[in-house]
């Protein structure tokens, strides 16, 4: 009797992902209801991140009804908003940022043609008076980070300027 027993076929242990697909491909293929950014895969009027290398899992969520939902209200509004990644959003470096930069390198320059020593900004007093009347002087790091991150680039800057004057 055990002659005559049917044995299933042995199972493919094949993954159904597309291996060599990337996220250009998938919009060039769904049209412009996606759009690649940073190597990730976004719906555009969902603004949420898609697995581009499952073919089902977009056409899934093409055919969900809360992207039948927010496409409406996206063409509704008539506006793009493109999510953006986290990398690109930390290396655009905004007007603040660039000035604070700047009133810092100032502040260390002042505190050293005035041979004041950076320790002083420690003081509760000195901090209080900066964040009051200096803009962006609340963003004035304590004297260690000074003498690490600034003072290095001040000493070059002259250093560069005094070379200059010689010749």
Do not use: W
């Not at 299933?8 to 060599?20: E, F, G, V």
């Not at 809360?66 to 690109?88: D, G, I, M, S």
């Not at 260390?108 to 420690?122: H, Q, S």
């Not at 609340?138 to 690490?148: C, E, M, N, V, Y």
């Amino acid at each position: 009797m055990e002659r005559f027993v049917v044995t299933a076929p042995p199972a493919r242990n094949r993954s159904k992902t597309a291996l060599y697909v990337t996220p250009l491909d998938r919009v060039t293929e769904f049209g412009g209801e996606l759009h690649e950014d940073g190597g990730k895969l976004f719906c555009t009027s969902c603004n949420v991140v898609l697995n581009h290398v499952r073919k089902s899992a977009i056409s899934d969520h093409l055919k969900s009804k809360t992207h039948t939902k927010r496409k409406a209200e996206f063409e509704e509004q008539n506006v793009r908003k493109k999510q953006r990644p986290l990398t690109a959003s930390l290396q655009c470096n905004s007007t603040a940022q660039t000035e604070k930069v700047s009133v810092i390198q100032d502040f260390v320059k002042m505190c050293l043609e005035a041979n004041i020593p950076l320790e002083k900004a420690d003081h509760p007093a000195v901090r209080a008076f900066l964040s009051r009347h200096v803009k962006n002087g609340g963003a004035i790091p304590k004297s260690d980070q000074l003498r690490r991150a600034y003072l290095p680039d001040g000493y070059e800057n002259e250093n560069q300027l005094l070379n200059s004057q010689d010749c």
